[in-house]
């Protein structure tokens, strides 16, 4: 099956994706607003991958984390960092990690 | 101190208790062997993560760079238009891919970088910068699709980890320790009765004799 993209976060994020050839594309501005668009983007058989700014992940705070937990295997949700290079301190993945497996794993790089 | 299950303490029951334990010791080393090849293939992909991610973002940001030169050169008004006109419809492949009884995404990108002419938007309006900040971010794009790839597979084996996890303690820490249990006191009531039974005999046999 082909899917196809969407965005959502601030105006040059948009701006740059769309110009790269992601279909769907939501520019931030209230909490509501992004949270319908998102549903329908979620809900939509179309969209394979979003992609979503940190900055307005966080702004959703947990709606959008429930959003994430409940989805379907499709789309694919990727957070990305917004003009500024605005990553939150806390890494996701790491916090799993630790949480899994007990023990915070630090991992080098290959031959240093 | 587990719990002993309630079982009466025959014979029968105590040769059905230690087939239990075996199944159960046999699942639990399954299990424990599948949570270390998991393991391994997490590690795997959490390696390919941090290096795609490191890939990806670094291109971001040299888009975001072009970006802003294209606002400042073409203006924001017309770069914008530009992001409106062009023609969005890169499309992706995904498919899932099964690691160890587990689906992830597989994702397969064609080609996203286009030629300037085949984007869309007007070109008499925009200039070269655009362009290249164009194609700095179908770049972008790309590495980005095959990160949320990795993310959203290490996402789904981190998942089956937990679960088996859970499966291994709950054996290891509570079923069986709890059959071990009950194994133990089925032995001991056995036992027990023997005892009885033969200080029963020594005495009958004791009665008969002085009876005698």
């Given amino acids: ?112 | 101190m587990a719990i002993a299950l309630a079982v009466s303490p025959t014979r029968m029951e105590l040769l059905k208790l230690k087939q239990r334990v075996g199944l159960a010791q046999k699942g639990h080393d399954l299990l424990k062997e599948k949570m270390d090849a998991l393991v391994i293939e997490f590690f795997e992909v959490v390696r390919r993560i941090q290096e795609a991610r490191m890939k990806a973002f670094d291109q971001l940001s040299v888009a975001h760079r072009a970006l802003s030169m294209g606002f400042a050169v073409v203006g924001t008004l017309e770069t914008k238009q530009a992001s409106k006109e062009t023609k969005r419809e890169l499309q992706v492949e995904i498919s899932t891919r099964h690691i160890m009884g587990i689906a992830v995404p597989a994702v397969e990108v064609g080609e996203v970088e286009r030629n300037a002419l085949v984007r869309g938007y007007g070109l008499h309006m925009t200039s070269s910068v655009l362009d290249e900040a164009s194609r700095e971010f179908e770049r972008a794009l790309k590495l980005l699709i095959e990160l949320a790839e990795l993310e959203a597979s290490a996402f789904a084996i981190v998942r089956e980890l937990e679960k088996t996890k859970r499966r291994v303690n709950a054996l290891e820490y509570i079923l069986i320790p709890r059959l071990r249990e009950a194994l133990k006191f089925i032995m001991m009531r056995l036992d027990e009765m023997e005892r009885e039974n033969f200080t029963r005999l020594k005495r009958i046999k004791a009665m008969m004799e002085k009876r005698e």
């Fill in chain 1, 1 to 112: 099956m082909s899917y196809r993209i969407a965005v959502v976060g601030d105006q040059d994020t948009v701006t740059g994706l769309a110009l790269a050839g992601a279909t769907y594309a939501h520019i931030h501005t209230t909490n509501e607003e992004t949270l319908a668009k998102l549903n329908e983007f979620f809900d939509s058989e179309e969209i394979g991958v979003l992609l979503i700014t940190h900055r307005v992940a966080e702004e959703l705070g947990y709606d959008f984390r429930r959003m994430v937990r409940t989805k379907r295997l499709l789309p694919l949700v990727l957070r990305i960092p917004d003009k500024t290079g605005y990553v939150p301190k806390v890494d996701e993945l790491r916090e799993i990690i630790r949480r899994t497996v007990g023990a915070e794993i630090m991992i080098k790089k290959e031959g240093s």
